[in-house]
């Protein structure tokens, strides 16, 4: 790839999961990838060198999505290394599992920590990364369909997915034309995230679940959303302030089983 079609991506969030499966993708691609994590360094090394076999250059960032402070030094240190933004991937996000009928096991510091990661973290991104963007960028948020359907891991998960969804309208607008922003939605994902949440039987057992009512019979897999996310950050796409569902048909559902079988 040419220096010239060589872009910097900054991918939140990209110590596993979708934003590792973005990052990857991206370097593969031949691009210059930024990884960001807060905790998990030792899987964020393993991305890096992925990356870095990949043929990418690479910059490693610890930063808290949570902390306005932290994301502008996230895209301070990009521009400082790498002179520009070309895209930004907003993949990190936290949950608190909680079902959503035990309403007295959350507090009003749940909301705010899961909010503020979930969706002022994008924004503080958005906001100053936008500045060193240049004409034809692209942002994609990493959301859920969570935000749409009003059901998922915790009612603060879905509240901050509602909001971000909601921001990506608005901050499609706010760019236009010069940026474009879209969101990817996934359902249930296979992966750590929800193994670690969940715990190993009934993470298994929420799986199958999922593909049972699912369209296509199975659950998505990280590099599936990070396939969606690649596509919307390509600088010839038309496409802003959508929301691409990417769950396998959940939402969708089966065929009633009464027009499955009938016949004309």
């Not at 510091?109 to 936008?130: K, S, T």
């Not at 249930?188 to 199958?208: K, S, T």
């Not at 390509?234 to 569902?245: A, F, L, R, Y």
């Amino acid at each position: 790839m040419s220096s010239s079609s060589t872009k910097t991506y900054i991918i939140t969030g990209s110590s596993s999961g979708v934003g590792a499966a973005c990052a990857l993708k991206l370097a593969q691609a031949g691009h210059r990838v930024v990884i960001n994590f807060n905790r998990s360094e030792a899987l964020a090394l393993e991305v890096v060198d992925a990356c870095q076999r990949a043929g990418a250059q690479t910059l490693l960032v610890q930063a808290d999505m949570g902390k306005e402070e932290d994301c502008l030094r996230l895209v301070n240190e990009t521009v400082a290394k790498f002179g520009q933004i070309d895209g930004l991937v907003n993949s990190a996000a936290i949950t608190q599992f909680v079902p959503l009928s035990q309403l007295d096991a959350l507090q009003v510091e749940d909301f705010l920590r899961i909010f503020n990661v979930n969706a002022i973290g994008p924004f503080q991104m958005m906001r100053a990364c936008e500045k060193h963007m240049p004409n034809g960028s692209a942002i994609v948020n990493v959301s859920s369909i969570a935000g749409q359907i009003g059901s998922g891991s915790s009612i603060p998960y879905v509240l901050s997915k509602s909001a971000l969804n909601t921001l990506t309208l608005t901050m499609a607008r706010v760019l236009a034309p010069r940026i474009r922003v879209n969101a990817v939605l996934p359902g249930v994902l296979q992966g750590r995230w929800m193994r670690d949440g969940l715990g190993e039987e009934a993470y298994g057992e929420v799986i199958q679940q999922y593909a049972d009512k699912s369209a296509l019979g199975k659950v998505a897999q990280p590099e599936h959303i990070a396939d969606a996310v690649i596509w919307l950050l390509q600088p010839d796409n038309m496409v802003t302030g959508q929301q691409i569902v990417v769950d396998g048909g959940f939402v969708l559902g089966k065929l009633p089983p009464m027009a499955a079988t009938s016949t004309r």
